[in-house]
């Protein structure tokens, strides 16, 4: 499992959420992830999902 970090902000870029979030790759926490976000109420939301390396695996402005 490979750590990957999400965060969600408020249009003023006031930081909501930020968590550590594991899955086995990034095809994985694209997919895994749009789901946990959906769930968490913050698909509306800005917010971005990094692997441990910085790259960028979903993003919404």
Known sequence: MKAYKF?????????????TWEFENDD??????EAVI????FSE???????SSGKL???HV
Do not use: S
Not at 7 to 19: C, D, N, S, V
Not at 28 to 33: E, M, V
Not at 45 to 51: A, F, I, S
């Open 7 to 19: 965060t969600a902000f408020e249009p003023t870029g006031e930081l909501i959420l930020e968590e």
């Open 28 to 33: 994985d926490a694209k997919k895994k992830g």
């Open 38 to 41: 959906e769930e968490k109420g």
């Open 45 to 51: 939301k800005t917010h971005r999902l990094v692997n």
């Open 57 to 59: 695996v979903l993003f």
